[in-house]
């Protein structure tokens, strides 16, 4: 990748020390190693291990006339993970491979070279996680997972998750934005004869149009409302979301922070004041993670410059320690922590 604009984001990785030698007190910036993508290219042998990027992009927020800021969001997140308590054994490992810059290039350069990082992630045998940057940034993500599948000679058959407020399947003629990615997915997947699977979640009715509900349907989406959480049932949810699982070989997470309420998420780039509650979607993400099918996971539209004590930067942080104390439990490599929802 150009190193012009892939820069290392070491130094955001600060904080508590309670112990240099007693590994039960370490946290995550204790632990974080530095990836340089350009250069390290020995694949990981052990059972697991992760590799952070950092997207800064908010051209497609900026296109789809949203509140910018999302460019941000990268090294805000990565500040709130750093005192995470490294609650999983030593064997697991936790890259931090950087931050794409996108201020000076296109949108379209930038999802680029966030395939060719996740792809080469995925080479190491690292899971990606993805700290977007706006929802433009799972357009990139897709594009290295799709790549990487097909580098091993299968036909890809990605299920991708998406918690989010909006279906994400606005036309594209005049140019692709944050609220294209998904339509631009099927576009692609059409033109390789390969299945497309698309499951979003929190979907509210009030932030998209008639338009978006039928072209939804048209192409066969099936999708799940946000009352539909709050006031429906939650097997019939997870029964969702497991026939889609199971009718996929693989699969990724993508979240947007709108799909939460603003009472837990006040900074991002459109606002929910009746969204989703993260205590009831984590543990909808840990059942996901179960099926041992998630390749990779991204998290997008944090905008620091509306939060609120780094409030939804923090709830990002939160997010994906859920992601990789599951993930590491899965794998028998997880420290014995009871009486939460992590």
Known sequence: MDKKYYVSAMDCWTGRVDSVDDYDAFRWHQWVKPLDLNEDNKPFKGKLAFGIVGFCSEQGVQRNKGRVGTALAPDFIRRQMSNLPCSFSEKV????????LCQEISMEEGQRMLGEAVEKLLDLNLFPIVLGGGHETTFGHFQGQFNSIKKKGR???????NF???F??????NGSSSGSMFRQIYDICMEEGCKYGYLPLGIQQHSNTVSLFKKAKEIGVNYVLARMFQYGSTA???EKIDTFMYGHKDAYITICTDVFSS???????????????PEVVIPM??????????????ICEISPRFDQDNTTANLGAVIIFSVVNTLCKLHGLGLTMEGDIF
């Open 263 to 277: 009472a837990f998420a006040p900074g991002v780039s459109a606002t929910q004041s009746l969204g989703l509650d």
């Open 168 to 173: 994400d399947l606005r036309p594209y003629d």
């Open 285 to 298: 993400i840990k059942h996901i993670l179960r099926t041992r099918k998630v390749r990779g996971f991204d």
């Open 236 to 238: 019939s949810v997870l």
């Open 155 to 161: 036909k890809p058959d990605i299920g991708i998750v």
């Open 93 to 100: 490992e936790i890259y931090d491979a950087g931050n794409i």
């Open 164 to 166: 989010d407020a909006h």
